[in-house]
Antibody, heavy 115, light 108 residues
Framework: QMQLQQSGPGLVKPSETLSLTCTVS????????WSWIRQPPGKGLEWIGY???????NYNPSLKTRVTISVDTSKNQFSLNLMSVTAADTAIYYC?????????WGQGTLVTVSS | EIVLTQSPGTLSLSPGERATLSCRAS???????LAWYQQRPGQAPRLLIY???SRATGIPDRFSGSGSGTDFTLTISRLEPEDFAVYYC?????????FGGGTKVEIK
């Protein structure tokens, strides 16, 4: 089982860019696809998108114009960037391995959008 | 987009009882690519079932998944104290991937 460790700020100002990183251990990042989802406090789960091991990406249409998922193989990390955030983007963000069902999860990062 | 509707919203049961959770899709889920997750307070979701009926590694056999097409069920044969949690279904047969709204299993 792989270990996924998330890092990034817990507070982001409105209109700025939310940036989170997930560091993978216990396996090669190049061998798998990688995903992000989010969960507003007290609410359900929303898929954000994933990056295939070949580098292609697939994003939720509701976020597509603002989101970028990328991989840094040299650091065994993958990242989420979400631009132009508003209060509606306040949520716990999770990184996961795969692009279908998800057995390996990061610990989650609560990101609050507030000035 | 495939909309997943979970019912009931809340299930009040006692330890040892059987729990039956439903997940209905707005259209057929390709290849029955349907997963179930358990989420306890303050924790990340945990994969229970994938492919509608395959148990994930380390999941007790009291958890079982069934169904096909648009109707899927998660059954917990005998509730243990640690099973009281929120359960989500998720489809990965089409894009965007989507989740149901969740069923909370609470102690009666």
């Amino acid at each position: 089982q792989m270990q996924l460790q998330q890092s990034g700020p817990g507070l982001v100002k409105p209109s700025e860019t939310l940036s989170l990183t997930c560091t993978v251990s216990g396996g090669s990042i190049s061998s798998y696809s990688w995903s992000w989802i989010r969960q507003p406090p007290g609410k359900g789960l929303e898929w954000i998108g994933y990056i295939y091991k070949g580098g292609n990406t697939n994003y939720n249409p509701s976020l597509k114009t603002r989101v970028t998922i990328s991989v840094d193989t040299s650091k065994n990390q993958f990242s989420l960037n979400l631009m132009s955030v508003t209060a509606a983007d306040t949520a716990i963000y999770y990184c996961m391995r795969g692009n279908g069902w998800y057995a390996d999860w990061g610990q989650g990062t609560l990101v609050t959008v507030s000035s | 987009e495939i909309v997943l509707t979970q019912s009931p919203g809340t299930l009040s049961l006692s330890p040892g009882e059987r729990a039956t959770l439903s997940c209905r899709a707005s259209q057929s889920v390709n290849n029955n690519y349907l997963a179930w997750y358990q989420q306890r307070p303050g924790q990340a979701p945990r994969l229970l079932i994938y492919g509608a009926s395959s148990r994930a590694t380390g999941i007790p056999d009291r958890f079982s998944g069934s169904g096909s097409g648009t109707d899927f069920t998660l059954t917990i044969s005998r509730l243990e104290p640690e099973d009281f949690a929120v359960y989500y279904c998720q489809q990965y047969g089409g894009s965007p991937l989507t989740f149901g709204g969740g069923t909370k299993v609470e102690i009666k």
